[in-house]
């Protein structure tokens, strides 16, 4: 378990209301010291480290955190924070019996889809992504690879493409806010325009990109990838992830790292009141609109599907995804 890890496994146990979280590193990155504000921890040092200086900063944070509560911009259920959520042996024992048979169903078309990935370009034919579940479990996610191997070196290419547009993060850091004037809660920066601001917004304003990034005819894809992606072939792998229990056949979609981290403090963190799945409330509704929702439907959709699900409704929604599995457009 790393520290970030850790972190998101304490805010879960409700830990940190009072508690200062301080990653300590061997050696300084700014990559490693950015990953560390973003995730929401209280600050990073690196070796060597000034003990003094260190106490000093634990103390102040203790009584700042004391003073003023953990920063959230919304209050988490309390029962979503004391009781994980558990898959009831009805719905766990219907995934398995499903995810088996459709792998063995499935298994021509899964051999044909490894071979044409093949043919069109080199590279694994398998993607395996970082995602968190219900009770932000960490876990391999699985997919057909729909892109060309060098997709993630050009992304900042196609960035600017994004349908979503950059979160409105204001101009004042809500942090230094609550504290005295002249006091920052974090290292000060001295911007190009002789103003002094906190290195915890800065990183907060700069990395404000919506936590969905969804591109319309995005040029990183394959034919194949375009094609496996329309009729949600690529997502038959994760029926692995189903049998091996990191998923549910019906669920809310399971997050990157990074997008599960942004909304662990928000309202948005009960969709991890529920299971990951492979379809869902959103992802049919989605279909139902021609490809048009924004973020927050989605998360709305999600935090639906964690307060009222059963297991017919679950039912439900895998009817409704077959009537609309061949239809066109990217989820």
Not at 227 to 246: A, C, H, M, V
């Amino acid at each position: 378990m790393n520290a970030y890890s850790l972190y998101n496994h304490m805010s879960f146990q409700n830990l940190l209301d009072r508690t200062p979280f301080i990653v300590l590193a061997n050696h300084f990155e700014f990559n490693s010291r950015e990953q560390a504000f973003l995730a929401g921890v209280d600050d990073y040092y690196a070796l060597p480290i000034d003990i003094v200086k260190l106490r000093m900063r634990v103390k102040f944070l203790k009584k700042f955190k004391s003073a003023h509560g953990k920063l959230k911009q919304e209050v988490a259920l309390k029962d979503f924070e004391t009781h994980p959520y558990k898959t009831p042996f009805l719905k766990r024992s219907f995934d398995v019996l499903m995810a088996g048979g459709a792998l063995l169903a499935l298994s021509p078309i899964l051999l044909a889809t490894m071979a044409a990935i093949r043919i069109e370009s080199k590279g694994k034919v398998f993607y395996a992504s970082k995602r968190v579940g219900a009770n932000f479990y960490e876990f391999d996610f699985y997919k057909f690879r729909s892109m060309y191997p060098d997709a993630d070196k050009r992304l900042k290419e196609v960035a600017h493409l994004n349908q979503y547009a950059a979160e409105d993060v204001g101009d004042e850091c809500p942090r230094c806010k609550a504290l005295p004037e002249g006091v920052f809660c974090s290292t000060i920066l001295k911007m190009d325009d002789g103003s002094s601001q906190c290195e915890y917004f800065y990183l907060k304003k700069k990395n404000s990109a919506a936590a969905f990034l969804k591109i319309e005819n995005d040029p990183r894809i394959t034919k194949v990838g375009k094609f496996i992606r329309n009729t949600s072939i690529d997502e038959l792998p994760q029926l692995i992830n189903i049998l091996k229990g990191d998923m549910s056949v019906v669920g809310n979609r399971p997050l990157p790292v990074v997008e599960a981290i942004a909304i662990t403090k928000s309202r948005w963190s009960r969709r991890f009141k529920a299971a990951a799945g492979l379809t869902g409330l959103w992802q049919v509704e989605l279909r139902g609109r021609d490809g048009g929702m924004s973020e927050e439907e989605r998360f709305e959709l999600d935090n639906q599907y964690a307060a009222n699900n059963s297991f017919w409704s679950d039912i439900g929604l895998i009817v409704r995804t077959f009537k609309i599995f061949i239809q066109s457009g990217s989820v």
